[in-house]
């Protein structure tokens, strides 16, 4: 009998709690339909829908605007929905001739081609600022980083030599372009001082790519790299040369042809010549394959003229059945070069600038970006098209249609 009522009960409470459940479904207030938040996709909406979904739906709609070559006036350019808001960047279509006068753009300005060649582990140099020997090829690492702080910070970033000779600039507006070499592939260009137990190499930081690393980590919008010109023996570490050129170039740096042996082309002969160029071009086809770049550093800066000889055997040839084509050889040089889109431009016979010091004499770094602050190139922000000051329009190579000119104050 007991059984039976303790059964009963257990019953009872059952529906009870199902009773219950149900009132609670009941009674609680449902969510209107209105109430639901339907997420859309707002890239595909105009400004004027998103703005009328945010007042549907009680979210603050934020606009900025900005200028975009690319998006036409007051179209979007980017939505985003966060923190229960929304943020759209508009257009504010192409840059005006105020925004060109403000950045002083001019892409008819000159670039400056920077010549290393040994970066030196040393303070206890004798010679004029970080001249490591008379003439101020050879520089301290120390050196090397000031000059690489004051490339930064005087609105220089850096681009690649290739880049530069085929005339695509990439860098942002009101910024101007600089282009780093390094000549005779010493072993200090690129110190290698062991392997990782992962294999890869262990980098002396105060030679000229550890130092250039550095500063890739501690500037990522400075764009480092660099060309880094070698001689037969590459970068004189025979146990690791395949391991830094691949490094290299898997980093984004560029090797170049040095010659063979270094010599004056005034002072050989044209067969001689051939040899020099196509035998080291061969070399780095053995190492790289085509991921070298086909530009000739001209050893002493030799020959002078490009009416020499010898010259036609700097630009093509054909050594022990290989041929080659060389797209631009640097000269020894000493001041800027002009404008990729100078109607003067010749690729096959650049000037560069000797990076050392002099008190600010003979087209020492001092007096190269003295004299650049009145003509440097400027950028206006986009690689595909040439904006110039209408002053500058009789300088340009005519086979360039895609310019914009403005008029200066």
Not at 2 to 12: D, H, P, S
Not at 232 to 256: E, L, R
Not at 314 to 332: F, M, N, P, Q
Request: charged share 30%.
């Amino acid at each position: 009998m007991a059984k039976r009522r303790k059964k009963k009960l257990k019953i009872k409470n059952f529906l009870l709690v199902i009773i219950v459940i149900i009132l609670i479904i009941i009674i609680l207030p449902k969510k209107k339909e209105e109430d639901v938040v339907v997420k859309k996709d707002l890239s595909t909406m105009t400004k004027d829908e998103i703005k009328a979904y945010g007042d549907e739906n009680n979210i603050k709609v934020n606009e900025k605007y900005e200028y975009n070559l690319k998006v036409s006036k007051d179209n979007i350019i980017s939505v985003k929905e966060e923190n229960n808001e929304i943020n759209i960047i508009l257009s504010k279509g192409d840059y005006d001739d105020n925004y060109y006068r403000e950045k002083k753009v001019n892409e008819m300005g000159k670039v400056p081609i920077m010549m290393y060649h040994g970066i030196i582990d040393t303070e206890d140099n004798q010679y004029t600022g970080g001249n490591v020997d008379k003439n101020g090829y050879k520089r301290t690492a120390k050196a090397f980083r000031e000059d690489l702080e004051f490339y930064y910070k005087n609105g220089y970033r850096m681009i690649r030599l290739e880049d530069y000779i085929h005339g695509i600039i990439d860098v942002p507006v009101g910024y101007s372009p600089i282009i780093l070499t390094f000549d005779d592939g010493d072993a200090d260009n690129c110190k290698v001082t062991g392997k990782n137990s992962d294999g890869s190499l262990q980098i002396d930081p105060n030679s000229a790519v550890g130092i250039l690393e550095e500063f890739k980590k501690k500037y990522p919008d400075f764009n480092v790299t660099a060309t880094f010109f070698v001689m037969n023996g590459i970068f004189n570490q025979s146990q690791y040369n395949k391991d830094i050129v691949t490094f290299m170039i898997n980093n984004g740096y560029d090797i170049g042809n040095h010659t063979i042996s270094h010599p004056d082309f005034t002072k050989i002969s044209k067969e001689q010549s051939v040899k020099e160029v196509g035998k080291m071009y061969k070399i780095l086809d053995s190492y790289l394959g085509d991921k070298y770049v086909k530009i000739v550093a001209l050893p002493f800066g030799s020959p002078y003229k490009k009416d020499h000889a010898n010259y036609p055997a700097i630009l093509s040839g054909t050594y022990d059945g290989y041929s080659y084509t060389t797209e631009a050889a640097l000269r020894v040089g000493w001041e800027p070069e002009v404008s990729p889109f100078n109607k003067n431009f010749d690729p096959t016979f650049l000037k560069r600038c000797r990076a050392y010091d002099n008190n600010g004499k003979e087209f020492d770094i001092e007096m190269v970006f003295k004299n650049l602050e009145k003509n440097r190139y400027i950028s206006d922000g986009d690689k595909d098209r040439i904006v110039i000051p209408t002053k500058e329009k009789d300088n340009l190579n005519s086979e360039y249609t895609n310019v914009r000119t403005y008029e200066e104050v």
